[in-house]
């Protein structure tokens, strides 16, 4: 009888598992792959059979956020907010899973760079030794506003895979912030 019921809970197990891989499988390989609000009701579903497989959650977080930047407004709103949602499921899970993490931050320094700064440190304390870590700290530093803080976590990896591309989105982020007007001048 506890045979026949650990294979029963099993079976059922393993079903719902393959509904939600064939469901997350359709999202992003499939037909579905390139309605965003497809995928977000796909996931969802799919979360619903089987919550513990982290890597729809990070899909899902990618397009919702991916949309999220090519949209205004309410729409806009909307598939941040799903983003920071599923981002929220799939580090429940693994919290330490760099691209949800990323996302994370991402999200974060739209309201406010410097909160980004230090959820991302976190990150880049745990996982050092990757170079495109500093280079991503450094590029929050920038958006702060802390150009000084961004070229010392950018030294740190001189000569290395990001240090380039680190260096131009930090030049990108000053002259954003030196060409807007001061809004503390006396007209």
């Not at 079976?11 to 939600?20: E, F, H, K, Q």
């Not at 941040?80 to 990323?102: F, T």
């Not at 131009?168 to 982020?173: E, L, T, Y």
Request: charged letters at 20%.
């Amino acid at each position: 009888m506890l045979l026949l019921v650990v294979s029963v809970l099993g079976i059922t197990r393993g079903l719902r598992a393959s509904a939600a891989y064939l469901l997350y499988h359709n999202s992003r390989y499939g037909s579905g792959k390139g309605n965003v609000r497809g995928i977000l009701s796909s996931c969802s579903t799919a979360y619903r059979y089987y919550p513990y497989n982290y890597f729809f959650t990070i899909w899902t977080a990618q397009r919702a956020y991916t949309e999220g930047l090519k949209s205004e407004g309410e729409e806009r709103k909307y598939f941040m907010s799903a983003a920071d949602y599923w981002c929220e499921r799939g580090l429940n899970l693994n919290p330490y899973k760099g691209q949800l993490r990323m996302i994370r931050a991402r999200l974060l320094a739209e309201q406010d760079p410097a909160s980004a700064v230090e959820y991302w440190q976190a990150y880049v304390d745990w996982h050092y030794w990757e170079p495109f870590n500093h280079c991503a700290l450094a590029e929050f530093h920038a958006m702060a506003g802390d150009f000084t803080e961004a070229f010392k976590a950018l030294e740190l990896i001189k000569g290395m895979e990001h240090y380039e591309g680190g260096l131009r989105r930090i030049n990108d982020h000053w002259r954003r912030e030196m060409a807007m007007p001061d809004l503390d001048a006396a007209p």
